[in-house]
């Protein structure tokens, strides 16, 4: 911030942190539940401008952004299912108090962030819609009555360029203004043995518009309009080989098509030949009306539009064959109203009450693109071959018909959601709270999933010899009621310490598979169950040693029936990804964070999270590809996947006055991660973790803020790493499809501020 000296930081007790967990402000040690909050000073000191960037910073988190598509947020082991049309994630974003319906609405710059806060455990009551595992509340900087600038540049290796400014101040004296936007490039990272170009390179922009009005005092309308794209070249792929050998069966394809293949542990290499594109475009809108009146009421009213959209091709077998490529065509439109009104305190007691609703209609286009050696490439057998083997065999005639063309399957999922909420907080003594809270929800979902007949890539005329892979619509429709509820109990034995209790239940919705059923099973084999949590948490938070220290432990237990999860899996001879439901559920452990100020200018945050997730009741789980001659794999007892047993990480920032107005510093990030499963099916092929990362910094900036300059790294010990599995099936028997991190960046930043 402007103005702040080294000196006045100096001697200082750690900074209070206000938080809006709970929907009103409250300091961060006064809050009853698992949270850790980042405040966008921090973010900005160390370019923390990507969702995933939280995995730093956060216990118990795991954010996996491999694109806008195929992005997931878990918490505690809880929400790894990315890439679901039908389908919500178990933790949830919020954004300026909306709801994103997927967490690729948030795989943008995050900038002029005012705070983020993590919520740890099922937050149904208050945040409601599919929080079982938790949520990721974001807060943005309103428009400011005083006039201020903000802007920087950054260039780093792979060519990286990112470029960000905002400007805000008033209009008239009741009306301010903050227009923000940016711009982040980068070239790719990863070797193309096929093309000679290099892939997963990357370009986002966006800019965002605010406009606040405080008419009276008591009166203020905050309005938010925003746009971004990301482009990006995907291919950051490895086949990863049974036993790191190339499987029989794919040498067979190799020799067949006459292609080559990558087989690369760093994730630095690949060897596609067809396209790697994948787009998103988002617009949104949103009205929030804030109005105190009655000596303390506080009627809340936050009104959103969302525009969401996603476009990819990508090669599927990883080869350099023309064998498949397919992708998504998708469209996302999402309206949101939440009206709460917050009670002042009577007596021993304040509450609040409210209702929200959601709409969300998806409009999705799954297509598969069959090139001309597909035919080879299914079967084995050599190009020039087929055609004899055609006029022998029905099958093989049946596969030759694959070439040279497109399948599309299309559906439309449409959901309706409504809640009414309350929440209680009895202050029984000065020291001692309880809190009660409970949230109905009504929820319904339908959609229509169908298939043309194939169609000619070259003419887009019908395959005839296709036509029995068409499908009429088929309908599909799920409607639920569910309470989430909270009791929590907390009690202060001295200003500086408060323990406290709590039971919580939270319950995602039910999904519809956005993909056909398999063949001679109709709608209900679309459908997925609701997803229950129960969460039983006790802990404690303090403040010790004059308030230098924070440090603050839980213990939790999670019972989890019907986990819902994403898995690609083989239908109809076609890989898709599907939702199931993974049976029963249980993560446990223990969390505990510390924040402090040991000496002077010198602050450090630090974090160790132990969770035990485990499949409880899994008898029907998906087999590794290591286990043949099965269709099923009772998993039960097993960890879940993406899941680490352990999670650790510590971070701090040193200040030092150089004199003549300088101030030098430094910060460093380290964060580790155990071991944990790559895939759902626990295959020891994607065993990955075991690995930490670490960041650094230093720099000097003008006392008062108007000027930085520093130089940094990021995974500086150039750690390898994958951050997801894929099975393609018979597409690629015996093998996964990993992507990776980030190798080891490096460059330098200039800010200013007025």
């Known amino acids: 911030m402007a103005g702040e000296t080294a000196a006045d930081a100096a001697d200082a007790p750690v900074d209070d942190i206000v938080v809006t967990a709970r929907k009103t402000r409250e300091r961060l040690q006064d809050v009853p539940l698992a949270i850790t909050a980042v405040g966008g000073a921090d973010l900005r000191r160390?370019?923390?401008?990507?969702?995933?960037?939280?995995?730093?910073?956060?216990p118990s988190a795991n954010v996996v952004v491999t694109n806008g598509h195929q992005a997931s947020i878990s918490i505690r082991g809880l929400g790894n299912n990315p890439g679901s049309d039908g389908l919500e994630n178990s933790a949830s974003l919020f954004l300026d108090g909306v709801y994103l319906g997927r967490p690729g609405m948030a795989a943008t710059d995050l900038i002029d962030v005012q705070q983020i806060e993590v919520l740890r455990g099922p937050q149904g009551t208050l945040f409601g819609k599919n929080t079982t595992a938790g949520a990721v509340n974001i807060t943005t900087e309103a428009p400011s009555f005083t006039l201020g600038a903000r802007g920087q540049a950054t260039y780093g290796n792979f060519n990286y360029q990112q470029y960000q400014g905002s400007l805000t101040g008033p209009i008239t004296d009741r009306l301010a203004f903050r227009v923000t936007g940016y711009r982040t490039t980068r070239d790719g990272i990863v070797d193309n043995i096929t093309t000679g170009r290099k892939t997963s390179g990357l370009g986002r922009?966006?800019?965002?518009?605010?406009?606040?009005?405080?008419?009276?005092?008591?009166?203020?309308?905050?309005?938010?309009?925003?746009?971004?794209?990301?482009?990006?070249?995907?291919?950051?792929?490895?086949?990863?080989?049974?036993?790191?050998?190339?499987?029989?069966?794919?040498?067979?394809?190799?020799?067949?098509?006459?292609?080559?293949?990558?087989?690369?542990?760093?994730?630095?290499?690949?060897?596609?030949?067809?396209?790697?594109?994948?787009?998103?475009?988002?617009?949104?809108?949103?009205?929030?009306?804030?109005?105190?009146?009655?000596?303390?009421?506080?009627?809340?009213?936050?009104?959103?539009?969302?525009?969401?959209?996603?476009?990819?091709d990508s090669d599927t077998e990883g080869s350099s064959a023309d064998v498949i490529y397919g992708g998504y065509y998708i469209q996302d439109?999402?309206?949101?109203?939440?009206?709460?009104?917050?009670?002042?305190?009577?007596?021993?007691?304040?509450?609040?009450?409210?209702?929200?609703?959601?709409?969300q209609y998806v409009e999705t286009d799954q297509h598969l693109n069959y090139g001309k050696d597909a035919a080879a490439w299914l079967s084995g057998i050599p190009n020039s071959l087929l055609p004899v083997y055609a006029k022998v065999s029905p099958q093989i005639a049946g596969l030759l018909a694959f070439n040279n063309t497109r399948w599309d399957t299309l559906a439309n999922p449409l959901t309706h959601s409504i809640a009414g909420f309350g929440q209680v907080n009895w202050h029984v003594t000065p020291k001692w709270n309880v809190t009660v809270g409970l949230r109905e929800t009504h929820e319904t979902k339908r959609e229509d999933v169908s298939r043309p007949i194939p169609v000619a890539a070259a003419t887009g005329l019908?395959?005839?010899?296709?036509?029995?892979?068409?499908?009429?619509?088929?309908?599909?429709?799920?409607?639920?009621?569910?309470?989430?509820?909270?009791?929590?109990?907390?009690?202060?034995?001295?200003?500086?310490?408060?323990?406290?209790?709590?039971?919580?239940?939270?319950?995602?919705?039910?999904?519809?598979?956005?993909?056909?059923?398999?063949?001679?099973?109709?709608?209900?084999?679309?459908?997925?169950?609701?997803?229950?949590?129960?969460?039983?948490?006790?802990?404690?938070?303090?403040?010790?040693?004059?308030?230098?220290?924070?440090?603050?432990?839980?213990l939790f237990r999670t019972e989890i029936r019907n986990y819902q999860a994403n898995v690609l899996k083989e239908v109809n001879g076609q890989?898709?990804?599907?939702?199931?439901?993974?049976?029963?559920?249980?993560?446990?452990?223990?969390?505990?964070?510390?924040?402090?100020?040991?000496?002077?200018?010198?602050?450090?945050?630090?974090?160790v999270a132990y969770n035990d997730a485990k499949y409880r009741s899994y008898p029907a789980g998906p087999c590794p590809i290591e286990t043949t001659g099965r269709p099923t794999c009772d998993l039960s007892g097993r960890p879940v996947a993406g899941a680490p047993r352990w999670?650790?990480?510590?971070?701090?920032?040193?200040?030092?006055?150089?004199?003549?107005?300088?101030?030098?510093?430094?910060?460093?990030?380290?964060?580790?991660?155990?071991?944990?499963?790559?895939?759902?099916?626990?295959?020891?092929?994607?065993?990955?973790?075991?690995?930490?990362?670490?960041?650094?910094?230093?720099?000097?900036?003008?006392?008062?803020?108007?000027?930085?300059?520093?130089?940094?790294?990021?995974n500086v010990t150039n750690a390898v790493y994958a951050s997801n599995y894929f099975n393609y099936g018979s597409i690629l028997p015996g093998t996964y499809v990993a992507f990776f991190g980030d190798p080891a960046t490096y460059g330098a930043t200039l800010r200013f501020n007025f």
């Open 46 to 58: 160390n370019d923390h401008i990507r969702l995933e960037d939280l995995n730093q910073l956060v």
């Open 205 to 312: 922009d966006g800019a965002r518009l605010q406009l606040l009005w405080k008419p009276t005092d008591d009166l203020s309308v905050r309005l938010i309009g925003e746009y971004s794209s990301e482009q990006q070249s995907s291919g950051a792929v490895t086949v990863i080989p049974s036993m790191g050998l190339t499987p029989a069966a794919i040498q067979a394809k190799l020799t067949a098509t006459g292609a080559k293949i990558a087989i690369d542990p760093t994730g630095r290499t690949t060897a596609v030949d067809g396209p790697v594109a994948t787009g998103t475009k988002q617009g949104a809108g949103s009205a929030q009306i804030d109005w105190t009146f009655g000596g303390g009421f506080k009627l809340t009213s936050i009104t959103a539009f969302r525009y969401w959209q996603y476009r990819s």
């Open 333 to 359: 439109r999402q309206w949101t109203q939440e009206v709460r009104l917050a009670l002042p305190r009577m007596g021993n007691v304040d509450a609040l009450v409210g209702l929200y609703y959601f709409n």
């Open 575 to 607: 890989v898709v990804q599907l939702l199931t439901n993974a049976g029963r559920v249980r993560t446990q452990g223990v969390e505990a964070e510390a924040t402090l100020r040991p000496v002077e200018n010198l602050t450090l945050h630090g974090y």
């Open 462 to 554: 019908p395959v005839t010899a296709l036509a029995s892979q068409a499908a009429a619509p088929i309908h599909a429709a799920i409607s639920n009621t569910a309470a989430s509820f909270l009791f929590s109990t907390d009690y202060h034995p001295s200003e500086s310490v408060m323990v406290y209790g709590l039971v919580s239940r939270g319950q995602k919705a039910g999904g519809l598979n956005t993909t056909l059923p398999p063949t001679g099973l109709g709608a209900d084999a679309l459908k997925v169950e609701p997803e229950v949590a129960t969460n039983y948490e006790i802990g404690i938070k303090s403040e010790l040693w004059d308030r230098r220290i924070q440090l603050n432990l839980n």
């Open 647 to 714: 999670t650790t990480g510590i971070n701090g920032t040193y200040e030092h006055d150089l004199g003549r107005g300088l101030v030098g510093y430094g910060s460093a990030e380290f964060s580790y991660r155990s071991h944990f499963y790559g895939s759902l099916d626990d295959s020891r092929l994607t065993v990955t973790g075991g690995y930490g990362l670490l960041n650094l910094r230093a720099g000097v900036r003008e006392k008062n803020g108007l000027w930085d300059l520093s130089v940094w790294g990021r």
